[in-house]
């Protein structure tokens, strides 16, 4: 009552005065400080606090500067907000580490409120059970998608390949960098998240990015501020700040898009990316709120998601060209490097970074630098806590300045100067910093902080692997940036300008992404090969889909290639196929480089040796072979037969021995199943389906087709592989070794803690299946070739039969002796394999150095093709090149002569492994059966020269007669 007398006596001016003093009261009881809080300004104004005492545009930079006043550890109100700020290294690592529990809460806001409306919380902004079980799922579905594996790299790398044409597009001219970087950067976690990428000119894409940015750049703002301070006053004013919540709806309405179209295509056993996965978990979920398992939370977490994924990475990337263009040795340095390391023209990968110490110290100096996020987001404590000797209740809002760390006086050298060497030691090694927090830390560290560092690295090097940067000509690019959420560059133009002006070999026009992979004839590469050679002269270049691969044509220049440049040319280049083959560290004897390839060709050639190859023990178990081999063809009783499996049983049982220490029955299941699977992978691994893997795996990875084979083939080649290895651990006699497995094995236990030698196990199943393929489908598809040329050439049957009865007779077996004794016979075998052509184009080389081929430039990492077939049926080399004449290998007296120009087991020091096995068997299985049988074909069949070609040049399916002579 007395306070309704009090207003009663009062005219309007004191009313309002007293209510003006009230509402001064109320502010000062609600926002009083309890005992030991943190310090802070003494000025704080009632209702606004020190709102207007921060500068709005640079708050990191007031609060690095309040806390010179007032300690590690103060406090501001802004608005109705009271915030303890965390200054400097120590401080910041107590608060999000030492006690990450305590701070692991993300405290109300306004802003998030709107947007994240009811109980939809996404992942940023989530806290307890919901926020666990979102981040624990969104981590491990994007692992599953292909974060931190190299299916990511290939994504990341063909978008590099689209960021690249766009730059290219600019001829040279000025362009603003950022849109572009944000398209690229963004369709990374749209594969992940939508299970695709846009296009640059995709409307909808750009829309959407706009919104996205601009959206970021305002809750960052001194509007953004306002609205957080004093929302209810906001919410009713004009200004920028609606613009924000309508572009964060324009984005949602973008996604719920993109999730109902997901609903009606979904294939639950088949999920393609996060959404998928998502509505999966919806239904697993269904009546469990409190997970947020929901569809309307699925929109708002794929939000989080592209904010976490796309804005940090595109904005680090734009300060990396900023730094890099102010401080241009520094570019060039890093250009060195990559040079030194990658080349120019292999792409990179992950596996490049503990090689590349000085681009990585610049990576991380330009985060350092770059400050893109100067403040961190907001905490809040989960109870009554000290920091730094203050009193922190329950309930405060905590904000790390993620600023004063990056620069902390105390931590880094040069604080205030872009300098690379905080990260090198004296070595030049890189070093790891703890004071290096641009991703925040502890439980809150950034969800994106994985996916993040692969694109930063694998963008950065591919763009400066490709360009040269630069601005116009007297323009000072401002290190000074535009303070939101994040810390980003002022506007700026750049020219692109492509590091590659060297004389690289010529080739047709290629198509975009796809390169030239539709022009060429696909079921005869090398014919269409050698004519383009005629075109563009016998070094040229294609490109096939990512990767440029010069073709190497014609005796002289492969001879260059694989003996002149032998070191030069003598690693295989990366292969998506292999990789997903050959997993982890094994890396069998094909596809090894480097020392492990140079130990493991060693290991492997002496152990053939030590089991026969080369001694009369080998000629013994061929001879064997081949009367198992006749018997099965006497059993045919002169009915026509495919004679394909029964030459493959046969060569196969040579390599069975060498390796398994014994042979198989040609009715054993296993076996014919092992042979099956071998002769198709053979097939399809040079089919245009492997070719369109090799050329976009991130895509073919998740398609049906013929190339699932490949790898299913291969899954059951190794079971039957590490079936016949428990064997052999089994029953191991270490004194008295029976093959190549028990030899390894041996020398397994002699490397222990040395597997970077490739001895172990995992790599014994590899490198026995390279033993197969270089041991089995040569020689059989040889001996293929040699029983159709000779029955489209039965005088030379008979010539070779004469020579055979009249050295060996038709009773003893022949052997390696008699060879120097049967000239006709070796030039027509030799005549065979040119012909043949069993190996059309060769396995690829990779430049190991920046070289010159032909007068061409060749950088280091070029993928290089020798053509085999070129060289087989070069006209400069051969006098009738496309007629079979074993005339070739003939002089003028009838004795048999070397040709310099017969290379069908390649040349130089990747000369194929089995190249002293394959001639023995050659030679003593064709002898034999020639000595027993005659060979013809069906009446008036003419069987065909032209080959099936996959890795190999196989005969298309014929039938045949074999009579006893």
């Known amino acids: 009552?007395?306070?309704?007398?009090?207003?009663?006596?009062?005219?309007?001016?004191?009313?309002?005065?007293?209510?003006?003093?009230?509402?001064?009261?109320?502010?000062?009881?609600?926002?009083?400080?309890?005992?030991?809080?943190?310090?802070?300004?003494?000025?704080?104004?009632?209702?606004?606090?020190?709102?207007?005492?921060?500068?709005?545009?640079?708050?990191?930079?007031?609060?690095?500067?309040?806390?010179?006043?007032?300690?590690?550890?103060?406090?501001?109100?802004?608005?109705?907000?009271?915030?303890?700020?965390?200054?400097?290294?120590?401080?910041?690592?107590?608060?999000?580490?030492?006690?990450?529990?305590?701070?692991?809460?993300?405290?109300?806001?306004?802003?998030?409120?709107?947007?994240?409306?009811?109980?939809?919380?996404?992942?940023?902004?989530?806290?307890?059970?919901?926020?666990?079980?979102?981040?624990?799922?969104?981590?491990?579905?994007?692992?599953?998608?292909?974060?931190?594996?190299?299916?990511?790299?290939?994504?990341?790398?063909?978008?590099?390949?689209?960021?690249?044409?766009?730059?290219?597009?600019?001829?040279?001219?000025?362009?603003?960098?950022?849109?572009?970087?944000?398209?690229?950067?963004?369709?990374?976690?749209?594969?992940?998240?939508?299970?695709?990428?846009?296009?640059?000119?995709?409307?909808?894409?750009?829309?959407?990015?706009?919104?996205?940015?601009?959206?970021?750049?305002?809750?960052?703002?001194?509007?953004?501020?306002?609205?957080?301070?004093?929302?209810?006053?906001?919410?009713?004013?004009?200004?920028?700040?609606?613009?924000?919540?309508?572009?964060?709806e324009d984005v949602v309405a973008f996604i719920r898009q993109e999730v109902q179209q997901h609903k009606l295509e979904l294939d639950p056993s088949n999920p393609r990316d996060y959404m998928d996965v998502f509505i999966i978990e919806m239904e697993k979920h269904k009546g469990e709120a409190d997970l947020g398992f929901e569809e309307s939370n699925l929109a708002l977490c794929a939000l989080d998601l592209f904010l976490a994924g796309t804005e940090t990475t595109s904005t680090t990337l734009q300060w990396a060209l900023v730094y890099l263009i102010k401080w241009p040795h520094i570019q060039e340095k890093v250009q060195a490097e990559i040079d030194r390391v990658i080349g120019q023209s292999r792409q990179p990968n992950m596996a490049d970074r503990p090689n590349m110490p000085y681009t990585d110290a610049v990576i991380h100096e330009i985060q350092r630098m770059g400050n893109i996020v100067p403040l961190n987001a907001l905490r809040m404590a989960t109870k009554d806590t000290t920091l730094g000797g203050y009193f922190i209740p329950k309930g405060t809002s905590l904000m790390p300045s993620l600023t004063s760390v990056l620069f902390d006086k105390n931590e880094w050298e040069t604080p205030d100067t872009f300098n690379p060497g905080h990260f090198l030691d004296a070595d030049g090694k890189f070093i790891r910093r703890e004071a290096f927090m641009p991703f925040s830390a502890g439980k809150r560290v950034c969800l994106?902080?994985?996916?993040?560092?692969?694109?930063?690295?694998?963008?950065?090097?591919?763009?400066?692997?490709?360009?040269?940067?630069?601005?116009?000509?007297?323009?000072?690019?401002?290190?000074?940036?535009?303070?939101?959420?994040?810390?980003?560059?002022?506007?700026?133009?750049?020219?692109?300008?492509?590091?590659?002006?060297?004389?690289?070999?010529?080739?047709?026009?290629?198509?975009?992404?796809?390169?030239?992979?539709?022009?060429?004839?696909?079921?005869?590469?090398?014919?269409?090969?050698?004519?383009?050679?005629?075109?563009?002269?016998?070094?040229?270049?294609?490109?096939?889909?990512?990767?440029?691969?010069?073709?190497?044509?014609?005796?002289?220049?492969?001879?260059?290639?694989?003996?002149?440049?032998?070191?030069?040319?003598?690693?295989?280049?990366?292969?998506?196929?292999?990789?997903?083959l050959y997993s982890g560290n094994s890396v069998g004897l094909f596809f090894s480089n480097g020392h492990v390839w140079k130990r493991q060709r060693r290991f492997a050639l002496s152990a053939l040796r030590r089991f026969g190859v080369g001694k009369s023990s080998l000629e013994e178990s061929i001879y064997e072979e081949s009367r198992y081999l006749q018997e099965e063809m006497e059993r045919e009783k002169g009915e026509p037969f495919d004679p394909v499996p029964l030459f493959n049983n046969a060569v196969s049982n040579i390599i069975c021995q060498l390796v398994f220490g014994k042979r198989f029955d040609y009715g054993d299941n296993n076996f014919q199943t092992m042979l099956k699977n071998l002769s198709e992978t053979v097939y399809l691994q040079g089919t245009i389906w492997a070719h369109f893997y090799e050329a976009f795996p991130g895509l073919m990875k998740h398609l049906p087709g013929p190339h699932n084979n490949i790898f299913t083939n291969y899954k059951a080649l190794e079971a039957f592989i590490g079936e016949e290895l428990e064997r052999h651990k089994w029953d191991l006699d270490p004194s008295n070794p029976r093959d190549y497995m028990d030899t390894f094995l041996m020398e397994l236990d002699k490397n222990k803690g040395s597997p970077e030698q490739g001895f172990h196990e995992a790599n014994l199943v590899m490198c026995s299946l390279d033993l197969f393929l270089a041991g089995t489908e040569t020689t059989s598809t040889t001996l293929q070739w040699a029983t159709i040329y000779l029955i489209n050439h039965p005088?030379?049957?008979?010539?070779?039969?004469?020579?055979?009865?009249?050295?060996?007779?038709?009773?003893?077996?022949?052997?390696?002796?008699?060879?120097?004794?049967?000239?006709?016979?070796?030039?027509?075998?030799?005549?065979?394999?040119?012909?043949?052509?069993?190996?059309?184009?060769?396995?690829?080389?990779?430049a190991a150095k920046d070289t010159t081929l032909g007068g061409y430039f060749i950088p280091k990492g070029t993928n290089l093709m020798p053509n085999l077939t070129s060289v087989l049926f070069d006209k400069n080399e051969w006098e009738t090149p496309n007629i079979f004449n074993p005339g070739h290998f003939l002089n003028a007296d009838g004795k048999f002569v070397r040709r310099d120009a017969f290379l069908p087991f390649s040349a130089g020091k990747r000369a194929c492994l089995g190249e002293g096995l394959a001639r023995i068997q050659l030679f003593l299985f064709f002898v034999s059966l020639l000595q027993k049988f005659c060979f013809s074909t069906l009446d008036g069949v003419k069987l065909s020269t032209e080959g099936i070609v996959g890795a190999t040049r196989t005969p298309y399916p014929f039938k045949i007669y074999a009579t006893p002579r």
């Not at 103060?74 to 290294?89: A, C, M, N, P, Q």
């Not at 690229?184 to 909808?204: L, P, Q, T």
């Not at 939101?484 to 590659?500: D, K, L, M, Y």
């Not at 004794?821 to 043949?836: F, K, L």
């Open 1 to 248: 009552m007395w306070i309704y007398a009090f207003l009663t006596g009062l005219d309007f001016k004191g009313i309002l005065l007293f209510i003006f003093v009230s509402l001064l009261i109320f502010d000062f009881l609600k926002f009083k400080n309890p005992a030991n809080y943190p310090p802070g300004p003494l000025l704080t104004l009632p209702f606004v606090g020190n709102l207007f005492s921060i500068a709005m545009d640079k708050p990191h930079i007031s609060f690095t500067k309040l806390s010179e006043t007032y300690g590690s550890v103060f406090s501001v109100r802004l608005g109705i907000d009271k915030w303890v700020v965390v200054s400097g290294y120590k401080m910041v690592k107590e608060a999000l580490v030492t006690q990450a529990e305590t701070f692991a809460d993300r405290p109300y806001s306004p802003i998030a409120g709107r947007i994240y409306s009811g109980d939809l919380e996404g992942i940023f902004v989530s806290n307890g059970q919901r926020w666990k079980a979102q981040r624990r799922f969104a981590l491990s579905t994007l692992r599953r998608f292909g974060m931190g594996k190299s299916s990511l790299e290939e994504s990341i790398y063909e978008e590099c390949v689209y960021l690249q044409e766009e730059m290219e597009n600019e001829k040279g001219k000025p362009f603003n960098p950022a849109s572009l970087l944000n398209n690229a950067v963004s369709n990374i976690i749209c594969r992940m998240v939508f299970g695709k990428r846009f296009d640059y000119s995709d409307h909808d894409f750009q829309t959407l990015l706009k919104n996205l940015n601009e959206a970021n750049q305002l809750e960052g703002s001194a509007w953004g501020q306002l609205y957080e301070a004093i929302p209810a006053v906001m919410k009713y004013m004009p200004g920028p700040h609606n613009k924000m919540f309508a572009h964060y």
């Open 795 to 846: 005088h030379i049957q008979e010539k070779v039969q004469a020579e055979i009865d009249r050295v060996i007779g038709q009773s003893r077996q022949p052997n390696m002796a008699d060879r120097p004794n049967m000239p006709y016979t070796d030039a027509v075998i030799h005549e065979i394999q040119r012909m043949g052509n069993i190996v059309p184009l060769n396995g690829l080389r990779m």
């Open 448 to 580: 994106g902080e994985s996916l993040a560092k692969m694109e930063l690295f694998l963008f950065f090097v591919s763009l400066f692997q490709k360009f040269s940067f630069s601005t116009l000509d007297g323009v000072e690019l401002s290190t000074e940036g535009l303070v939101g959420v994040t810390h980003i560059p002022h506007p700026f133009q750049i020219h692109a300008t492509n590091r590659n002006p060297h004389n690289f070999p010529p080739g047709p026009l290629a198509l975009p992404l796809v390169g030239n992979v539709f022009s060429i004839d696909l079921k005869q590469p090398h014919i269409y090969l050698t004519k383009l050679s005629d075109l563009y002269g016998n070094v040229f270049c294609l490109r096939l889909g990512r990767d440029k691969t010069v073709f190497v044509t014609g005796y002289k220049m492969v001879k260059e290639a694989l003996v002149t440049q032998a070191e030069n040319f003598v690693d295989r280049p990366y292969s998506p196929i292999q990789t997903r």
